[in-house]
């Protein structure tokens, strides 16, 4: 089983003692994640968190030299919609059921956000995990992205032009596909997760590896649809 670890919510609220403690964690064993960054959070539950005037300026930078890989977590972590999409691990979604045109410009709006601080994001992953044929349309249209993180399967596969790199866990276990992401949220992270989190690592930390934003030429398979669908399945009936 080969490991990969994802963050998401990364942006100017995020909370930084966690973060900073994730971060320690990960140098330790020398792993870089793929981190979800918000271009422009306007979520709610966020809403009285301070902004930290140092995140793009010094802590991205600081990602980005250790080998962290950069993700457009869409734009402004809102949903809007009930839809789940191509991927619909949730019903809810900030993409999915909303109109292309709209898509395309949060989708081009959170690009330029991370250009006008010298970046560039790799992948693009959708908050609630959920998105549709229009946001693939829409980054084709106003981005370089070409891989996704997210969508249940053994290993990468290409589809729609994408590759995709399978998520199929919000916790550290073990897992019967070849190639596995693990999605953890620092900012609210309690004692109890960090703990098994390293506890994980420290007896599995030679199968995770920095995960790596490079496109691939394999075909989802049967088995990837029937792991899909049993997911799913068990997913929509919590």
Known sequence: MTCYLRLDDACEKMNIPNWERMEALLDRYHIAPLVGIIPHCEDPDMADCPVDPAFWDETVPRWVK??????????????????????????RSEFAGVPFETQKQKI???VRVFREHGFEPA?????????????????????DIRIISDTIASKPYTKYG???????????RRL???????????????????????????????QFKSFEAKPCARRRTLYDDLMR?????????R
């Open 162 to 172: 994408f590759t995709f790199i399978p998520l199929q866990s919000g916790v550290v």
């Open 108 to 110: 081009a709006d959170g």
């Open 66 to 91: 250790k080998g962290w890989v950069l993700a457009l977590h869409g734009w402004n972590h809102v949903c809007t919609t009930c839809e789940g999409g191509l991927n619909p691990a949730q019903k």
């Open 229 to 237: 669908t049993l997911y799913h399945i068990k997913w929509s009936r």
């Open 123 to 143: 992948v693009f992953f959708a908050p609630s995990h959920t998105f549709d044929e229009n946001t693939l349309e829409a980054l084709k249209a106003c981005s």
């Open 176 to 206: 019967p596909f070849d190639t596995v992401t693990f999605c953890y949220h620092p900012s609210v992270m309690q004692e109890a997760d960090f703990a098994r989190l390293e506890a994980f690592l420290e007896e599995n930390h030679s």
